[in-house]
């Protein structure tokens, strides 16, 4: 199935969605953990601070959503996304305890995010609208941020370069376990709103949602490195830059601008479905080698086999 393809589903996914309780220790952490590198490093650090926030947003507009599904295998889909997303918060959220420990206090921005997903986009809508449209509204929002967050992804588990500069393990199978399993996902949000978006308006809103969403999260990832620059002591006191950002881009140490830029007609297209964006078993096949998902179904097993006993 291409990216462009239509499907006449509600919901395309055919893999159990389901999270995996993993965890992470991050004591041998290096802060810059691409070594010699701590833009690229910062750069990536952002997810870390974004993604915790958004994610909690993302489950608590979707507690709303829920009641309105009339779709079985879409609302399991949907409770399968809640769960991962609620587990790839607070694994991001662990490592800023780490970043702390390290002299880079992050709290400023993230009170920043906690106001943009909690005030700016919360139950309130600032432009008066009923209820109703003002949840589309927000679907369609979550769904353009999925676009992204899928194509992060599939460029984490394509990614040679970081390996080759001896990047963290531990720092690497956090960003590959949450990619696949963005990867593995990456359709719910989209059929979501697909479903509850309605006949009318649904197409318009979708790009509405993309027009506001794309802008505004290219934004707060470079003010969010720009920030971790300016916080961590270890290094001169300077901004993330535009030079920085091509020269990691060009290097494959960091996703390319371009290429998130670049995705966005693709998803302007009205036949436009997710589906075509990454391979699901590639994905598959990295969560089966994952330590730490390994880790999580080794002590889920044992807790069956513990209640079965």
Known sequence: MTAETSVSAISVSDT?????????????TPVHWIPGDAPSTHLINVLHLLLPAGEKWFVHVYKQ??????DDKLREDVRGFMGQESVHSYSHAAVLDHLRDQGIDTRGYTKRLDWFFFDFLGDKPLIPMPALEWLKLRLSIIAAVEHFTALLGKWVLDNEELDILGA?????????????EEVEHRSVA?????????????????VEGMVFTAPALLGLWQIGASYLMRHDPSIPDRRYTFRDMRRA???DRVPSYLMLIGAIPRYFKPSYHPEGEASTQKAIDYLATSPAALEAERRAAARRDKLSA
């Open 65 to 70: 959503a829920l009641p309105l599904i009339t």
């Open 249 to 251: 881009a060009r290097q």
């Open 16 to 28: 159990p969605i389901r999270p995996r309780r993993v965890a992470f220790d991050w004591e041998n």
């Open 168 to 180: 963290d393990p531990m720092m690497m199978d956090l960003l590959r376990w949450h990619g696949a």
């Open 190 to 206: 989209f059929d979501l709103y697909q479903h509850l978006g309605g006949t009318w308006g649904r197409y318009p809103r979708r």
